[in-house]
């Protein structure tokens, strides 16, 4: 396999065919792990609340 | 078994070097919709923990059920819903409030899942919340109520919707506004933009409502007349022949990148601001733009933007970086990190000048293309290597530089008229030098040490720098009338043109023959001012190193290149009364 053929594993879990009322059932695996790693990031990141948001 | 979103190395590359066929950015694209997945589970959660019969919560927690419905059927609603810049903003949000320990609005989530099922004739029943006596259904448009109420029972039966007595109409009349149908009671759509072009079709929302999406450096425009939306509509589809037309390397994925535009109330009538979030995925904010061609390069640059948002989310590349740097598009200091955003929609900007310039036919318009090429082209290098020295990117991050920075040294090879390249080197080297003076504090004991050195008549070379650092705004430097007139050079050469005759400009005499390219005589009238007074501001400094970069031998003095916040300092101390180039000149 060439280098331009192998792929790279990203950081968010393929979660298109799991219906969201099965999401639960992943309970505290990758899923929450990914989520706390976002949530990070977002905290590091310093995305602002929209103006709306931010005026409550 | 949970997997992850898979990137291949190709696509990974054709990322890198600017590009992306619309295929590889449907594989950003739909990460995106797992990320949203996620962040509507954290997001479920919190909405389960809290009080449960709290109308909030419920209402997630219908609007929940419902996009599971919507999922089963699998019509597209679901995936159409997850794609929704509208939805991102509101996740964003209530992951921050959360975060913050603050009320998260949980309610919203079922106005959007609303919209997907009332969009794809799915029937529902759920309760909704009013907002200032409206109704959203994000990506669709609002529902008037006319009362007081701040909740609405809204029911569809699959072809018709119902919001309490306030609204009663076919939902397939609940749709954005093209310009084209009849006014529905009580219904306002979206206003949205359908552009075709060179067998390419392109829809985007003209987002004025959604205040989730009212995020960005400048507030969004919320009171567009109908003659401003069809302004906008026209520029938009003139905007898109431009892309096909010439760039279609940026118009094929422009569908899967922009879903939606935000219009922004500029500070002023002149100000060209754009501006794009993570938080938002498909959406880009734009000021009114002032042409169809500067709309076209608007959406290049926001879509790269977009496309490495997305990119960041699935592979990091980017570790840290809070060093302040220079940003050659900037005005103030930049964490090194933040730097990769820039570099990656300036080479976009690149490529689409370069294409653009071989299209224009009158001469100003041919002369703001290739100064815009060569400006941009040439910033790739040295904001990259700034990226690498400074060690804030990941090992993937390295191999995406380096991509990049094969596609601008390819920019960089093409050849390029020399008046194009001579104003883009000023308009770029008066840019960095006016950071340097604003914001390179240096250490005043070596600025002491090296004034005594010169009195003395010591020799420099042996004699230690003194330390710098970045100190936003430690100098002031005025927002210099001479600045804008050289830019307007190429940006409006017909204005620049009639303002350089203008006799009543406030410009200095240096200034005066600066602009006027008698480079000789500026230089000794830059020199005299710097000398003649006892306070020169550091504006005379840099029109001195323009002016000397602008004279065809010898070039200009490495020490203004490099050192002039330093010269500025050392001057200073020296009384201001010694001659700026014999300074410079012992600095060597």
């Known amino acids: 396999m060439t280098s331009q053929e192998q792929a790279i594993k990203t950081l968010i879990p393929d979660l298109r065919d799991i219906p969201v009322d099965r999401l639960a059932e992943l309970g505290s695996s990758a899923l929450a792990h990914s989520i706390a790693r976002y949530r990070e990031r977002l905290k590091e990141n310093g995305i602002p609340l929209s103006s709306f948001q931010a005026r409550i | 078994m949970l997997t992850s979103h898979l ?21 950003v694209r739909d990460a995106q919709l797992s990320k949203h997945l996620m962040l509507l589970h954290a997001i479920a959660d919190a909405a389960s923990t809290g009080d449960a019969s709290a109308a909030g919560p419920a209402a997630f927690r219908a609007g929940y ?139 985007v929302l003209l987002e004025t409502q959604d205040s989730y999406l009212d995020r960005y450096t400048l507030p969004m425009a919320t009171s567009l007349s109908a003659e401003e939306i069809r302004r906008w509509r026209q520029c938009a589809l003139a905007a898109w022949e431009v892309l096909v037309r010439t760039h279609r390397w940026a118009a094929e994925p422009l569908p899967d990148l922009v879903s939606v535009i935000v219009p922004l109330t500029p500070h002023c009538d002149t100000d060209l601001v754009s501006v794009t979030t993570p938080a938002a995925f498909g959406a880009i904010a734009t000021s009114w733009p002032p042409d169809p061609v500067t709309m076209a390069e608007t959406l290049v640059h926001e879509s790269q933007h977009v496309k490495l948002g997305g990119l960041l989310d699935m592979v990091p590349l980017v570790t840290s970086g809070a060093e302040q740097v220079y940003a050659p598009w900037r005005p103030d200091p930049r964490p090194a990190g933040g730097l990769l955003q820039g570099v990656y929609a300036h080479l976009g900007i690149a490529r689409f000048w370069n294409a653009q310039r071989r299209t224009e036919t009158d001469p100003d318009d041919t002369l703001r293309a290739q100064v815009h090429f060569a400006r941009w082209r040439s910033m790739i290098e040295p904001a990259a290597q700034t990226l690498l020295r400074t060690n804030c990117l990941t090992e993937a991050g390295v191999r995406f530089v380096d991509l990049l920075r094969a596609q601008g040294r390819r920019l960089e090879a093409e050849p390029l008229p020399g008046q194009a390249r001579e104003i883009a ?49 430690t100098r002031k430097v005025q927002a210099s009338v001479r600045s804008r007139l050289l830019t307007m050079r190429y940006l409006a050469p017909a204005r620049y043109r009639e303002l350089c005759a203008d006799r009543t400009l406030t410009l200095s005499e240096a200034d005066r023959l600066l602009v006027s390219g008698r480079a000789q005589a500026a230089v000794r009238a830059y020199c005299d001012e710097i000398t003649g007074t006892g306070d020169p501001g550091p504006d005379a400094w840099i029109g001195l190193a323009l002016a000397l970069h602008q004279l065809p031998s010898p070039p200009l003095h490495p020490a203004f290149a490099t050192d002039l916040a330093l010269l500025v300092e050392v001057h200073g101390y020296l009384g201001g009364r010694t001659n700026p180039l014999d300074l410079a000149s012992w600095f060597g």
């Open chain 2, 65 to 203: 059920a419902l996009l599971a419905e919507l999922q089963a059927t699998g019509a597209g609603g679901a995936d159409w819903l997850l794609g929704l810049p509208h939805l991102g903003s509101w996740a964003h949000d209530c992951l921050i409030r959360l975060e913050q320990g603050s009320a998260a609005d949980f309610a919203h989530f079922a106005c959007l899942v609303a919209a997907a099922a009332v969009r794809g004739g799915v029937p529902f029943e759920l309760d909704v919340p009013v907002r200032d006596g409206r109704v959203q259904l994000p990506g669709l448009g609002f529902a008037r109520i006319t009362d007081e109420s701040s909740w609405v029972r809204l029911c569809c039966d699959g072809d018709r919707v119902t919001a309490g007595r306030h609204l009663d109409a076919d939902r397939r009349d609940l749709v954005p506004d093209d310009g084209s149908g009849g006014p529905v009671p009580q219904w306002s759509g979206t206003p949205v933009i359908r552009a075709v072009a060179g067998g390419l079709a392109w829809q």
């Open chain 2, 425 to 473: 080197a000023q308009v770029a080297l008066d840019h960095r030098l006016t950071w340097q003076v604003r914001h390179l504090a240096i250490d005043q004991a070596g600025v002491a040490s090296l004034a005594a050195a010169y009195r003395r008549g010591d020799p420099a070379g042996a004699l230690a720098r003194p330390g710098t650092w970045i100190e936003a705004d």
């Open chain 2, 7 to 27: 990137l291949p190395e190709a696509a990974f590359s054709a990322l890198a070097e600017g590009a992306g066929r619309p295929a590889t950015i449907r594989l």
